[in-house]
């Protein structure tokens, strides 16, 4: 059996991803691997503009925040400034074309299991429905899939790099 990993997690077909999407935009996926991808600075304005937390990311690319900053001359003792607070952002991958998904251990909450066969509860962050769209589209073999779109991009010359997010929620005092 094949295995990938995603940031040290390994994608057996045990995996499961979940896409949240148009209807349409799900069906192009199934039936012509067709996706759409927008960049990371979509996501900051999504989240400014529609006001709901988790529809867009206004963290994007945000590489610490600060609070109660002061600012040095270079190598001196002197102080020539201070703020309440600063971030630091990598504006550069702001334009970068991001698409993603949700995944899930099949095999974490088996409640049932009669080999070759068996049941998993799995639970979906409610906000996921809530915040995004009406559908979902569940690819029963992350592995696959992921093997599937690699050797896609390869073919048409594109580079592409994947990982697991963790979002972390920080606030400016």
């Known amino acids: 059996m094949e295995k990938y990993t995603l940031e040290n997690t390994e994608f057996s077909p045990r995996y499961i991803f979940f896409k949240f999407g148009l209807k349409s935009r799900l069906k192009d996926l199934q039936e012509s691997g067709q996706m759409y991808l927008k960049n990371l600075n979509y996501y900051v304005e999504e989240e400014k503009k529609a006001l709901i937390k988790g529809k867009g990311d206004i963290n994007e690319g945000v590489t610490f925040k600060a609070t109660n900053v002061r600012i040095f001359l270079p190598g001196t003792n002197i ?12 504006t550069n991958i702001l334009q970068c074309p991001v698409y993603c998904m949700t995944y899930k251990n099949m095999m974490e909450d088996v409640f049932e299991f009669n080999y070759p066969d068996f049941r998993a509860k799995i639970n979906i962050d409610k906000r996921l429905g809530d915040n995004f769209e009406d559908y979902v589209l569940i690819i029963d073999n ?3 899939f992921m093997k599937r ?3 896609k991009l390869k073919q048409i010359g594109v580079e592409f790099y994947h990982g697991k997010v963790n979002s972390v929620n920080h606030r400016l005092r």
């Open 79 to 90: 102080q020539i400034g201070s703020a309440k607070g600063a971030i630091v952002r990598e």
């Open 142 to 144: 992350a592995g696959e």
């Open 149 to 151: 779109m690699r050797v």
